[in-house]
């Protein structure tokens, strides 16, 4: 790999978060996590992709890799990697920075090809037409909408006729019980109720989504993104998921027990909710429930104490949704 320990940030790849090594834990903990809620109990793919018929694979925005270590970990892909054999199977991984790659030693071992690319960029021709398969996850905090567009236009050139985008992306808000109950909900419907412990907090993620460029509601406007880009979906999944103590309770996408995640969960709120109010306090926008600006620290510490303890008590779910589209002829 030829790459420098960093690469400026493009205009359109507009990353919120770090690269330390929490940030490094906090993501393979994650890829666990959502394995767990889409019932990926033999590897990362869905049961529709068939990896026998897979040569060449791409992670674009790979971060730690661990989707790509988790699917050369599959038996049927193992067997294939490293190997000179007609039924070989290559592995390719690239992210603006390679900073949260894993060693050096463990790329070499499973052959994986990684190099630095911000995919808001055109690839390099030589990668061009040449995967079955790419995958591309929770770039929410990542890129703008124009953002969006360019990555959708970049990774369409890599993928062979026939060739797959898999993507998996979660939107920016929580919602409580009583509004996934509610009649008429769907996944992506953004509520904002203001009577729920939760609506401040949605309020500064759907500004911070505006003010970054971000899309702000990735279950509807990224279909409509990707067959605007020229692919066709052949598969849709939108599920609400469990978060906190709703996990002992509500079951994952497939009706499995997800009760091992009500802590992880949590955890994951709280980072949030740290990230989100800190940038909210120091953009000048931070207010509570009934719109008063916070202005300082120990009033963000007020907001983020009764956030937390409406989470504690009710739990919260939140939408995921994934792709899997082909690029059309």
Known sequence: ???????????????????DDEEKTR??????????????????????????????????????????????????VKSRVGRDV?????????????????????????????????????FPDHLHSKFDLVNMKLLIFALTTNGWRKALENVRTLLKPGGKLLLCESDSV?????????????????????????????????????????????????????????????????VVLPMGILCRTEPGACGQDVSSEEGFTKDIFFFISELITGMALNDGYLEDNDGTKIDNQEGRQRMLAALREGFVREGAFFSCTELIAQPRK
């Open 174 to 238: 929580f919602y409580t019980k009583a509004e996934v109950s509610s009649p008429g909900f769907s996944p992506g419907q953004r509520v904002l109720n203001p009577d729920s412990w939760s609506y401040a907090y949605n309020r500064l993620f759907r500004k911070n989504a505006l003010l970054n460029d971000h899309l702000t509601n990735l279950s509807t406007e990224l279909p409509a993104m990707v067959e605007a880009a020229s692919y066709t979906i052949e598969e849709k999944t939108s």
């Open 1 to 19: 790999m030829d790459a420098t320990d960093s690469q400026t940030l493009a205009s359109d790849s507009n990353y919120l978060l770090a690269h």
């Open 86 to 122: 007609s039924s070989a199977i290559h592995l390719y991984a690239c992210d603006i920075t390679d900073q949260k790659f894993p060693p050096k030693s463990v790329i070499e071992e499973l052959g994986i090809n990684t190099f630095l690319h911000d995919v808001t960029a055109p």
């Open 27 to 76: 993501l393979e903990r994650q890829h666990s996590m959502f394995k767990k809620f889409m019932n990926r109990v033999h590897g990362p793919l869905p049961a529709s992709i068939d990896i026998g018929q897979v040569t060449n694979v791409m992670d674009v925005a790979a971060g730690t890799l661990v989707w790509t270590l988790d699917l050369a970990s599959v038996p049927s």
